[in-house]
């Protein structure tokens, strides 16, 4: 266990082994977290271990079995849900909005906790699509947005909404390979600001490419199960995502020396 130094912040998160089920299943066992300002954690593992369900009983929308989920020192369960919102935001997978809604509107929503005027409120939400580099499509209708471009609006919401925890399920969503790692960086930059960031991701070697130095850490889950934490920068990273997907990983370096992780190609791939 990481010796936590006598000065660090207090816990945005806190799991405390976390045990969700459905239909007599466990989706998650056993599962303890910790989260404090300026950190970052990516939740990473094979599909149906789980990631997408930690995140819901994070924000209160999954009661858990047994176990706690803390935000900000309280059970998320008691907080109302104006104070949950000033405390916690989360940007689901697929982001569910009316097609006639602008941009601007869309961020607007996520204002919903503060008391205050509708034109603080726009402002607000134009700043934070801002931030995006999606001001420009403030007045376009969500529907005549590409993929690409709905999901970085969407990614305006949770800075819209000014809470000091963030959680996000594969926020490089339908993002091509430039726009996903600019995302990945954006993470960083939150971080750096003081916020707390958990974020599901199901290509942990780019968020390695792209949080490498950040002091990013990886928790894998498979199972439901806690599978250890990794730094993204550990010299076993790429032998530990190998054991999470059960499936090898290898570091490579590319032309400007920097540590790169792939999946490894096996025999039989290269005979293909």
């Given amino acids: 266990m990481t010796a936590v130094a006598r000065d660090a912040p207090p816990p945005l998160l806190e799991l405390r082994e976390l045990r969700v089920e459905a239909g007599g299943r466990a989706l998650l066992d056993g599962v303890g977290l910790v989260v404090r300002g300026g950190d970052i954690v990516l939740v990473a593992g094979p599909n149906g271990a789980g990631k997408s369900t930690l995140l819901r009983a994070c924000v209160g929308l999954v009661r858990p079995t047994r176990g706690q989920v803390l935000v900000c020192g309280d059970p998320v369960l008691d907080l109302p849900a104006r104070s949950r919102a000033g405390r916690v935001a989360w940007l689901p997978q697929r982001l569910e909005a009316d097609d006639s809604l602008t941009a601007l509107e869309l961020a607007v929503t996520a204002r919903f906790r503060f008391d205050e005027p509708a034109l603080v409120s726009r402002r607000e939400a ?18 005549s947005l590409s993929g690409g471009e709905r999901q970085r609006v969407a990614l305006a919401l949770p800075l819209a909404q000014g809470a ?19 995302t990945l960086e954006w993470l960083a930059e939150l971080a750096a600001g003081g916020l707390g960031v958990v974020c599901v991701t199901h290509d942990p070697a780019l968020a390695a490419r792209a949080l490498a130095g950040r002091g990013a850490r990886l928790l894998g889950l498979r199972d439901g199960r806690a599978r250890g ?15 999470l997907f059960d499936s090898p990983f290898e570091a490579l370096r590319d032309a400007g020396g920097r540590r790169v992780i792939v999946p490894a190609v096996t025999p039989n791939e290269e005979a293909r």
């Fill in 126 to 143: 134009r700043a934070a699509l801002g931030r995006l580099g999606v001001e420009a499509l403030a007045d376009r209708r969500l529907g």
């Fill in 229 to 243: 934490e990794h730094g993204l920068d550990d010299a076993d990273l790429a032998t530990a995502l190998g054991q």
């Fill in 164 to 182: 000091p925890l963030v959680l996000l399920d594969e926020p490089a969503n339908h993002l091509d390979p430039r726009h996903a790692l600019a």
